[in-house]
């Protein structure tokens, strides 16, 4: 299957290009040029299926041209060596849990995918040229959870490098943790800088013909088709284990939304088939989604850092994939998604609310998630939101607002015992632009 940009001012791409690439020439967002509905006995049965089962249907929907079944099949199985369940918090609420990872965090389940998809392509590059000799070198800058994210899905990945740039004393002891003690083909660099300093080494390590000719660099970030289309996975799941409670009909799904990645997996989902009555973002203060669906007007502006801080975005980059699954049509998008947005104090509120009401522990992401719902969901719907981390991952917000104290996950815990490595550099790109040669060399 091919994948044009949004842009589309650039060729179409093969689904390894697209992979390789991340971004198109054009600076937009590919996109799959067709997008499979699913047979209806796929959904009269579904409830049958387990997460896994399901996730390789809609896997082969999406990648079945470009990779065999049996290895598709391994790469899916392979990344979700975790649940994501669904939990019933009060009412008609219910969590789409998706914190079961190794960093805690959703974002766990598209890493995975895209190393293990990178993996293969990698392998099967070998064979085709014979040659074994080349690494492929991951380069991902990070403010914080990308950064666990990636490198904890490309842990023991074969033929892959990854470089994880993060600011010096700017990241959370937690967050640092989880990609600074794992050793093996993960190296940590320290950047003496801001998280915007490590993301322009990133880019003028791609953009230098010099360091390109003599190693194979590539990006993981999270507009990477790879990192992106397989979180459609988990929305089928859910609505797989509601309908075995019977709850399947007038579904509403509320996602907690910064880059909108997340969300328009969701709607992809949607597209296929799947019977979801309609989807709510959900947004902290940087609400120029909110603002775009009530007067059509789209207005990026720099973020307000709150304390969902993995939703601190004020131009969410999936917004040219949301616009183009819909052709630009406000009408039509606003009929799909609807939108709330929530200062501090009010995420603050809904953590202590349904902590001491239902006695369920939210993140403060997923707190904007169970809020929207809380005031939008209708009578006769059956409302899922997805929590998006565990809450022990922001231990000192959550505590502070449900004046109660967390049990911190062994394997979060254990991230904190493992050993530190990393290696210093200055923000001056010829400083890292000699550390990776000399790498390779
Ligand atoms: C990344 C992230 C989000 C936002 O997801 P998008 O796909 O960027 O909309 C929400 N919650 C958490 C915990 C995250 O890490």
Known sequence: MKYYSTNKSTVPATLCEAVVRGLAPDRGLYMPEKIKSLPKDFFERIQDLSFKEIAFEVADAFFGEDIAAEELRNIVYDTLSFDCPVVHVNGNIWSLEL???PTLAFKDVGARFMAR???HFIKSDKRASGRADRCVNVLVATSGDTGSAVANGFLGVDGIHVYVLYPK??????QECQFTTLGRNITAVEIDGTFDDCQALVKDAFADEELNKQMKLTSANSINVARFLPQAFYYFNAYARMKEHGLADNLVVCVPSGN???????????????????????NNANDVFLEYLHTGEYTPRPSIQTIANAMDVGAPSNFARI???Y????????ADICGAAYSDAQIREAM???????????DPHGACGWRALTENLQSGETGVFLETAHPAKFNDTVEQAIGASLTIPPRLAAFMHGK???????NAFADFKQYLIKKVE
């Open 99 to 101: 914190f079961h990872g």
């Open 117 to 119: 998809m990178l993996g």
């Open 169 to 174: 004393g700017k990241v959370s002891k937690i």
């Open 260 to 282: 909108f990645g997340n969300i328009t997996a969701g709607l992809f989902a949607k597209r296929m088939g799947l019977p979801v009555k309609r989807f709510i973002a959900a």
């Open 323 to 325: 616009l183009d699954l």
């Open 327 to 334: 052709r630009h049509s406000h009408a039509d998008i606003s």
């Open 352 to 362: 202590a609310e349904c902590y001491h009401n239902n006695g369920y522990i939210l």
């Open 420 to 426: 530190k490595q990393s290696v210093p550099m200055t």
